[in-house]
């Protein structure tokens, strides 16, 4: 009995001992956990509202805490939950104590730092959430060390450094997470060890490579996004053969390329794919068509070939589908309209023509996005799409739709964002303003007219972007404007508004971007008030109202706009005084745009406080004094403009200085001093212009430093010794000009290495010797201009010198060359040669001359023949001369309606056109000759012997003719759009910058078939807009060939009395009547310059010795903003730098087509191709 009760007491005393000690134990532990996330709690720098500072307390038990769960077993914490609580601070090592955590979920904090690698003891951890915050460094290897990790979440974590292999040791993973980070190199092909993987989500990082082969045998992958990296190769052909629960697969914005596997519908639980934007060719797989479960399919942005596949309209549960740039032709695809799912409809950048089907709303009820942007789509838009009542979006720029915007559009309650940029829209109807719900309304580059109601704020509460510039809107801007309270940009740019702006607009407490150039705005107070008034908008980042009337003075209010502003642009606009020393206060600003303006007197210190500034363009004002010193103190500025002023004293040496500087353009001011050697340290700049000043003293050596520079010019200076021999290592030279100064010694022979040089000028300086036969070399130098200097010796014939012609080379001192220099000949023998050898000489070249008088004279007799019965043989091969069937003077009568003025379509020089319609509903052109006018016979002619021999799409066709006694008339192909001339000065009609360019590729696509397709090139001789005609198409056809010539090759030219129209003659046509195929390259530029500039070559601003030619040059290329058609300014901020570089290079071969001398004019071969790749490059899509 005694064992009995000793036992019994034993096991008790075991029992409590035991007992006490798993409580004290446990006691232990909870308080290891506690003191972990005291720990952390300490690590915060930011806790928001203090949420964690007040309630994770240890006078609370942990269990307690906000954001942490304890397990109900052993009460210690197994779950972290603090994710979007704005908490920033690092992790300490102490978590690594939580020993019981299997969640750990942080996700949208601040948290920076490393993570440390006492993580690596949670081996129970099973979700790690470390999204969204900034850590650094590259992602640890201890997660590898977590044996029971299933979801693994670093998405924007700022990690770096590559996906390491080790990662597919975590064997159980089931997502993983690394969007958004900045991770390169490869996928890692041990990602295929991932056997339970369900989510791998890489988006958004740098990756490259092939996408390996082993990912697509995870056949538990449900969810695969790759996209937004630099992948490449193609997608396996069996892709879908081990993934039967993949539902979601995007490769978006890669450089992945091949076809599309035609299998992809063995992922038969596919949902979402999404190609868009890679290089993928071939057809679309028309088995994408079994996907029944696609929801979402973006093939946008490929190279495919071939039709969409209608099998795609099978797709019965489809809300999204993105077509964009797949080359889309003729009305939208039928197959579209089964999809009565679909939501978001994306088929811009194609091909597509005719009209919107009425029954677009009916057959697509559930639409909330409709993208039909840039394409050929025409008539009016339909009143029908009222009755789309989901619709949210709707975008229809840049297509040819014309009338009215239909007053049903007002019947969209939920519509948040209408665009119609760039059709031919003509009024706003006032329906519009009833969408309450309207945000984005864009209707750039119509031809809007009237004015803004005057109630437009407070109709349009939610509206956050008005877009109108480009327009004819007059009136001016209501101040019902400020109660758009939630307005951030607003674009009037390019239309006729007037009166003030009001002072009410600087309520916009949101407003970010606000143009309103080119109007005609004046300013009620000489202060200009709005700009005071503007200072109120703290978030305004870019501020435009150039080309505007405001005669007022810039108020010392100016330097009170906030740091946010980083554009100011005030040209143009007829603004005087000085330029208050307070613009060095706005801070952030990085573009300081005031040129052409009547500023006077110094250009403020203060602008040295501007540390962000990148361009600074004060040129064409009144400014004088020295540069301020402190403009070498802005280290981000790339252009430096302030020509056409009268700044005076030293060009500062410190300019050598700001190696940020790409333009340094101080030309025709009144400097003086030499150039610094300092200039050396530019080695970045492109542009150095110092042209017409007083700056004096020899080149520097250091001025073959500027290994970048493509354009120098020194001219009209003082500058005295020889060129620097330096100078040859400037590879990337095009123009280089030193006329006009008093340099000299020998042309350096380093010049020749100079290969990109195009325009070189050293003109009206004493520079002798010869010149540098080593200069032929120079194969794109196609202007060149040694005059007035003391040159001596041969001059080159070889390279470029072939087509140079005496005007290069005149008053120098003694060069020989070519009878075409107009030069004496170079001496090619010696005096002292026998008597014999003279006579043999001369008997030689009296033969000779014999020779060459025969074959003239044989010749002579062997083409008047060929020309007076037919055109060469080869000709007619290629085009068969079949001269268009005449028809009765009495059916053409009954065509024109008695040629009635009603059918007049134009009065030319030599007789008129009249539309005409046949009997069998053929519509044409008719053109009759007036007989009256004595070139009306010849004229006649001509159009019959030139155009008969002619097959071309850009030609306007001859359908007939009819000729008696009475009436001379060629029936010509109808062209419904008239003429180039009447859509660039028509009040109602505009053509966007990619439609102008198309034009002039077709124009110059039928001149270089005129010169170069042809046995016996055709010039036109009289190339302007009006003669220029538009089909239905809006594609260009050349006519008007009544003064057109034939000559016996490219370069010859023949004489001729008869004069094309003024403006667009060529120098040696007007002054000589020398025509050649160069005339039309004239003509050609000039109209390229009339085409982007709208403005004619006789227009009134041309007097005085002004030309459009001369305007053009001295704008270019950096004022080109102040001459080009002001509706191309009217691009928002991302794509205003394109549109001016685009035309910018418009203009550069305008200029080179213009060319005074006709050598140095480019081919319309060339011309034709530098066009087409302008094209290629700005606008992809054609």
């Not at 040129?595 to 501007?610: A, D, H, R």
């Not at 004619?1096 to 305007?1111: E, H, I, K, V, Y």
Request: with cysteine.
């Amino acid at each position: 009995m005694m064992d009995r009760a000793n036992f019994l007491l034993f096991i008790s005393c075991f029992m409590i001992r035991l007992f006490t000690s798993c409580l004290a134990a446990n006691i232990l532990n909870i308080t290891t956990d506690q003191s972990a996330l005291i720990v952390f709690k300490s690590q915060f720098e930011h806790d928001h509202n203090n949420i964690l500072a007040r309630n994770w307390s240890s006078n609370t038990p942990v269990c307690n805490w906000i954001g942490v769960t304890c397990g109900s077993r052993h009460q210690r914490v197994t779950a972290i939950n603090i994710s979007n609580m704005d908490l920033s601070g690092i992790i300490p090592p102490e978590l690594g104590n939580l020993s019981f955590l299997v969640s750990l979920d942080m996700i949208g904090n601040k948290l920076h730092g490393n993570l440390p690698e006492e993580l690596a003891k949670l081996k129970r951890l099973k979700f790690i959430g470390f999204s969204l915050n900034r850590f650094s460094g590259k992602i640890p290897s201890f997660f590898e060390a977590m044996p029971n990790l299933q979801h693994l979440l670093l998405r924007s974590c700022s990690f770096t450094g590559s996906i390491a292999p080790s990662l597919s040791n975590i064997s159980k993973l089931e997502g993983l997470d690394l969007m958004f980070n900045s991770l390169e190199g490869m996928i890692p092909v041990e990602i295929g060890n991932l056997a339970s993987l369900k989510k791998l989500l890489l988006s958004g990082n740098w990756l490259s490579g092939p996408i390996p082969a082993s990912v697509f045998n995870v056949s538990t992958l449900e969810r695969v996004d790759f996209s937004y990296n630099n992948l490449s190769g193609s997608l396996p052909a069996d892709m879908c053969r081990n993934l039967p629960s993949l539902k979601y697969f995007s490769v978006y914005s890669n450089q992945l390329y091949g076809q599309i596997p035609s299998t992809l519908d063995e992922c038969s639980q596919l949902q979402t794919l999404e190609l868009e934007f890679n290089q993928f060719n071939g057809p679309v797989p028309k088995q994408i068509g079994n996907l029944s479960m696609l929801v979402s399919l973006l093939l946008g942005s490929n190279n495919f070939k071939g039709e969409i596949p209608a099998a795609i309209g099978n797709l019965a549960n489809l809300e999204i589908l993105d077509l964009n740039t797949v080359g889309l032709n003729g009305p939208i695809p039928s197959f579209i309209y089964n999809i009565s799912t679909l939501q978001w409809l994306y088929l811009g950048w194609n091909n597509l023509t005719g009209n919107l089907p009425m029954e677009i709303c009916l057959q697509l009820p559930a639409i909330q996005g409709l993208y039909l942007g840039v394409n050929r789509l025409t008539g009016s838009i339909l009143r029908e799409l009222g009755n789309c009542s989901s619709l949210l979006e709707l975008y229809l720029g840049g297509n040819m739709f014309t009338g009215e915007i239909p007053s049903e559009i007002g019947n969209l309650l939920n519509l948040e964002t209408l665009n119609l940029n760039a059709n031919y829209l003509s009024y706003i109807p006032a329906t519009i303003f009833n969408i309450s719900t309207l945000k984005i309304l864009s209707l750039r580059e119509n031809h809007i007219t009237g004015s803004l109601p005057s109630t437009i704020g407070q109709q349009l509460p939610s509206l956050e972007q008005i877009l109108i510039g480009g327009n004819n809107l007059t009136g001016s801007i209501p101040d019902s404007i400020s109660n758009a309270s939630s307005l951030t940009k607003l674009d009037l740019a390019a239309n006729e508004l007037s009166g003030q702006i009001p002072n009410s607009i600087g309520e916009l407490r949101f407003l970010g971007l606000l143009n309103l150039e080119a109007n005609e705005f004046t300013s009620e107070s000489l202060e200009m008030s709005f700009l005071t008034s503007l200072t109120k908008c703290r978030r305004l980042r870019i501020l435009w109202t150039p080309k505007n009337s405001f005669s007022g003075y810039l108020p010392d209010s100016i330097g009170n706009f906030s740091s946010s502003l980083e554009q100011l642009d005030l040209s143009n606009s007829r603004i005087k005084g000085r330029i208050p020393k307070e613009i060095g206060n706005i801070s952030n600003l990085a573009f300081l745009l005031m040129s052409n303006n009547e500023f006077t007197g110094f250009i403020p210190f203060t602008i040295k406080g501007l540390k962000n500034l990148q361009v600074l363009s004060l040129t064409g004002n009144r400014l004088s004094g020295p540069i301020p010193g402190g403009i070498c103190h802005l280290p981000n500025l790339g252009e430096l403009t302030l020509s056409k002023n009268k700044l005076y004293g030293p060009l500062l040496a410190c300019l050598g200085n700001v190696t940020s500087l790409r333009y340094l353009n101080l030309g025709s001011n009144e400097l003086s001093s030499g150039i610094s050697p300092t200039i050396g340290g530019l080695k970045d700049l492109l542009e150095f212009n110092l042209f017409s000043n007083f700056l004096s003293g020899p080149l520097p050596l250091e001025i073959g430093n500027l290994r970048a520079v493509t354009s120098i010019d020194l001219s009209m200076n003082e500058f005295s010794g020889s060129i620097p021999s330096t100078i040859g290592g400037l590879n990337n030279l095009i123009n280089l000009s030193f006329a006009q100064n008093t340099l000299q010694g020998p042309i350096p022979d380093s010049i020749s290495k100079m290969l990109s040089l195009e325009r070189l000028d050293l003109s009206h300086n004493n520079f002798t010797g010869s010149i540098p036969k080593s200069m032929e070399a120079l194969q794109y130098l196609h202007y060149l201009n040694l005059s007035f200097n003391k040159l001596t010796g041969e001059i080159p014939n070889g390279g470029p010198f072939a087509y140079f012609n005496y005007q290069s080379f005149i008053s120098n001192d003694a060069l020989c060359g070519p009878r075409r220099m107009q030069v004496p000949p170079c001496s090619s023998y010696h005096h002292h040669r026998s008597r014999q050898k003279a006579v043999l000489r001369a008997s030689l070249i009296s033969l000779a001359v014999v020779s060459t008088i025969v074959a003239l004279i044989i010749s002579f007799f062997l083409i008047k023949r060929q020309r007076t019965n037919k055109v060469p043989s080869d000709q007619m091969d290629s085009f068969p001369a079949v001269m268009p069937e005449r028809i009765r003077y009495h059916d053409l009568q009954r065509a024109t309606n008695g040629f009635s003025e009603a059918n007049l379509l134009g009065v030319g020089s030599v007789g008129s056109v009249y539309k005409g319609t046949f009997t069998d509903g053929t519509v044409v052109a008719v053109k009759v000759f007036n007989l009256q006018i004595e070139e009306a016979f010849k004229s006649f002619d001509t159009e019959c012997e030139i155009l008969r021999s002619l097959r071309h799409r850009n030609l306007v066709k001859v359908k007939s003719s009819c000729s008696n006694i009475d009436i001379r008339a060629l029936v010509l192909e109808y062209m419904p759009n008239g003429s180039l001339e009447d859509w660039l000065y028509s009040q109602d009609k505009s053509l966007n910058l990619s439609r102008r360019l198309g034009i002039m590729i077709d124009v110059a696509t039928a001149i270089e078939y005129l010169h170069h397709g042809y046995a016996m090139p055709i010039v036109h001789c009289d190339l302007k807009p009006s003669n220029v005609l538009l089909d239905e198409a809006m594609v260009a056809h050349v006519s008007d060939f009544g003064v057109a010539k034939l000559v016996d090759a490219e370069d010859n030219a023949v004489l001729t009395k008869t004069l094309a129209t003024f403006g667009y003659i060529a120098p040696e046509y007007g002054s000589e009547g020398l025509v050649s195929t160069k005339c039309d390259v004239y003509s050609f530029g000039i109209m390229l310059m009339e085409t982007f500039t709208r403005k004619r070559p006789t227009d009134d601003l041309f007097t005085a010795g002004l030309s459009l030619r001369g305007w053009i040059y001295d704008s270019y290329p950096h004022s080109l903003g102040h001459v080009i058609d002001a509706t191309f300014l009217n691009w928002d901020e991302e794509s205003l730098d394109k549109s001016v570089e685009c035309i910018s290079l418009i203009m550069r071969l305008a200029l080179d087509c213009s060319s005074e001398l006709p050598g140095e004019r480019t081919n319309m071969k060339d011309t034709l191709a530098t066009l087409q790749k302008i094209r290629k490059r700005f606008f992809s899509h054609f």
